[in-house]
């Protein structure tokens, strides 16, 4: 699924290079569900940006699905991340003048622009009861706690059934219990539709759920020793 090689990751800062990744390789296989944990500023969202081509490597190879993100423009890129992958934001990003099913609606009418109203209306609600939300369709996002808008965001992220979803420390505005049950939401439906994960977390004991666990120190990322 994701097949990165020696990847070098530097931004100029203050006329200055940045080394924030150094020589990353990941290789990961479709359905696996991969854990990125490591200390704040390793560069774990650096990376999730690179797989999700919002930034672009300084050297090395990044293939996503069997595409070479290094040979795509932008506008392929953005075709690409809209067949490809659902994220999942630590804050949520959602649209707040949007109700919960138009939220979730607009990312699936943007993903497969052929479907009708109706269907986008169907399967966004479907999407929504997925994660436990069924009578929460019509809520805006200030009228739902923060667990149900992170739930919001995970239906968003998997309404168009992408291979791959993204999702950088979504737990990180919950308290552990509900972080805890959206994690659980997470993992269930990727492994009920065989989709690939890969997640940053900081919580060890989340982490210890995925099939591998990775680590990232100040811009190299390790495997962690097998957890099952
Ligand atoms: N656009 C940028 N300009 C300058 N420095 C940046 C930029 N983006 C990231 N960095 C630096 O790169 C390093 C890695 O950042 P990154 O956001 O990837 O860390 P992280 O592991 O996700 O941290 P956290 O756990 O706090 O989210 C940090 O030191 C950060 O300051
Ligand atoms: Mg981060």
Redesign the pocket.
């Known amino acids: 699924m994701i097949d990165v090689r020696a990847v070098n990751y530097t931004?100029q800062?203050a006329g200055r290079p940045?080394h924030?990744l150094k020589n990353v390789s990941l290789q990961t296989k479709p359905s696996e569900v991969v854990a990125i944990v490591?200390?704040?500023?390793?560069?774990?969202?650096?990376?999730?940006?690179l797989l999700a081509g919002l930034e672009r490597v300084t050297s090395g190879s990044l293939a996503v699905n069997g595409a070479d993100l290094t040979a795509l423009g932008e506008d392929d890129l953005a075709r690409f991340r809209r067949h490809t992958m659902g994220i999942v934001f630590q804050s949520f990003h959602l649209i707040p003048s949007l109700s919960a099913i138009d939220n979730v609606g607009l990312a699936l009418e943007i993903a497969a622009p052929e479907l009708s109203q109706s269907q986008v209306r169907e399967q966004a609600s479907a999407a929504l009861a997925a994660v436990g939300l069924a009578e929460r369709l019509e809520h805006r996002p200030t009228a739902l706690s923060g667990g149900e808008q992170q739930r919001v965001g995970l239906a968003r992220a998997m309404v168009a059934n992408p291979p791959l979803l993204l999702a950088?420390?979504p737990t990180g505005n919950l308290d552990q219990k509900t972080g805890a049950m959206v994690i659980e939401l997470m993992f269930n439906l990727a492994r009920e539709r065989g989709t690939a994960v890969v997640l940053?977390t900081?919580d060890a004991a989340l982490a210890a759920r995925a099939d591998r666990v990775l680590t990232?120190t100040q811009?190299e990322l390790v495997e962690a020793a097998v957890t099952h």
């Not at 490591?38 to 650096?46: A, D, I, L, R």
């Open positions: 931004l800062v940045l924030i490591g200390p704040s500023g390793s560069g774990k969202t650096s990376l999730l940006m950088d420390e940053i900081h990232m811009g």
